[in-house]
Structure formats: structure tokens, C-alpha cells
T-cell receptor, first 111, second 114 residues
Framework: GENVEQHPSTLSVQEGDSAVIKCTYS??????FPWYKQELGKRPQLIID?????GEKKDQRIAVTLNKTAKHFSLHITETQPEDSAVYFC??????????FGAGTRLFVKA | EAGVAQSPRYKIIEKRQSVAFWCNPI?????LYWYQQILGQGPKLLIQ????????DSQLPKDRFSAERLKGVDSTLKIQPAKLEDSAVYLC????????????FGEGSRLTVL
């Protein structure tokens, strides 16, 4: 079955710096890659996603890149702000609406 | 649009007791999931329903966990008997049949087993 690995587990950056989180997946049939943000005690919420026919997608300060050949994808957050502090999860979906999550990255943005 | 509703939000039980969690998905969402999120980990898929049929329950510990989705709407997840390692947040999520794949999560039910 699908396996998703995520790195780093913890990331600390200074406000205004960029943050990058990387994930790899195992199932070459995966075709949809969402990223979820989970604030403390809250539900995970989708922040950006990318499909396998696209290499990069951007939404304001957030961008995601996908390398299908290498089976890895990354989340890039620019100009980080304290409110970006949260746990971020990457995930992979094989098209059967079965979404497998990575272990998460705890991002700390220091003011 | 109302979100995914879950109850109870918190539950504390002793090991070997039983517990049940309820989920009401977003109206019209045919696909429903139960995830287990242990503290510090990512959500782990337990079971996936399409309408009232089970699509995937390969990760569900069937000796103690059971789930049903009668009439293809509400769902109940039961644990009997509970073990200490079942302490986690149980997240329910739903999605439409032909959507982007985005999951809409409920607030979760936090279970503590003593």
C-alpha cells in the first residue's frame, strides 16, 4: 500500500524566512497530493493541493512542487508569519479517495 | 454549509470498557472516513465508507473496533474492549464522490483510556 514519509519532523524559522517541508511517496499510482495544516487542538484543514499532471502550484505565500519521477513533493512557505506556526501534514491519494498522511512537521515561526 | 459533526468531543474510560463515537458528514458527501490520530503522529486511516458500503477497512483492528454507516449518512465507530494504546483523537472526515479529493474533517473525539 501507499506509504508517505515526511521531513523534517520539527522546523523552527525566524519570522520572514522561508520554510520547506519535504515528502516522498511509494505508490506510483498516486495522483493527488494535498497539504493540511492543523493548529493545536483543531481539525486538519486543506491549505493547498497538487495533481500529478502539474509540477508546481502557488497560492500567495504557499507553493507546492511535485517530482513524479522521484516520487517526492514539497511545501514552500515564504515570508513566514507567527500565525503559520502549526503542524503541517502532506498526504497522497491513489485516486480511490484513499488519503494516506505523513507523520507531520511541527513548524515554529519565531517573532 | 454545516461542517462534519462529531460527538462526544472528549471521553475518558478505563481499559476494557467500551466507547462509541458518532459522526454526521457534510450533507451530500458519499464518502466517509474514520482516522485515528495518536498524539504527535499523522492521521491513520481506519475505515472508509462509500455510501453505506465499506471500501477499505484493512487498518481497522477488527477484534476490538467496529464501524457502521447505516443509511449512508451518519456513522458510528465503536471500540470494545478498549486498550491503553487506543488513546487518541478519532477524526471523521467526508468528501463527495467526484470531488478534488479534499477531506473535510470534524473537530474530532479525544479518547483517553486509563
Amino acid at each position: 500500500g501507499e506509504n508517505v514519509e515526511q521531513h523534517p519532523s520539527t522546523l523552527s524559522v525566524q519570522e520572514g524566512d522561508s520554510a520547506v517541508i519535504k515528502c516522498t511517496y511509494s505508490d506510483s499510482a498516486s495522483n493527488y497530493f494535498p497539504w493540511y495544516k492543523q493548529e493545536l487542538g483543531k481539525r486538519p484543514q486543506l491549505i493547498i493541493d497538487i495533481r500529478s499532471n502539474v509540477g508546481e502550484k502557488k497560492d500567495q505565500r504557499i507553493a507546492v512542487t511535485l517530482n513524479k519521477t522521484a516520487k517526492h513533493f514539497s511545501l514552500h512557505i515564504t515570508e513566514t508569519q507567527p500565525e503559520d506556526s502549526a503542524v503541517y501534514f502532506c498526504a497522497a491519494n491513489t485516486g480511490g479517495f484513499k488519503t494516506i498522511f505523513g507523520a507531520g512537521t511541527r513548524l515554529f515561526v519565531k517573532a | 454549509e454545516a461542517g462534519v459533526a462529531q460527538s462526544p468531543r472528549y471521553k475518558i474510560i478505563e481499559k476494557r470498557q467500551s466507547v462509541a463515537f458518532w459522526c454526521n458528514p457534510i450533507s451530500g458527501h458519499a464518502t466517509l472516513y474514520w482516522y485515528q490520530q495518536i498524539l504527535g503522529q499523522g492521521p491513520k486511516l481506519l475505515i472508509q465508507f462509500q455510501n453505506n458500503g465499506v471500501v477499505d477497512d484493512s487498518q481497522l483492528p477488527k477484534d476490538r473496533f467496529s464501524a457502521e454507516r447505516l443509511k449512508g449518512v451518519d456513522s458510528t465507530l465503536k471500540i470494545q474492549p478498549a486498550k491503553l494504546e487506543d488513546s487518541a483523537v478519532y477524526l471523521c472526515a467526508s468528501t463527495t464522490v467526484a470531488n478534488t479529493g479534499e477531506l473535510f474533517f470534524g473537530e474530532g473525539s479525544r479518547l483517553t483510556v486509563l
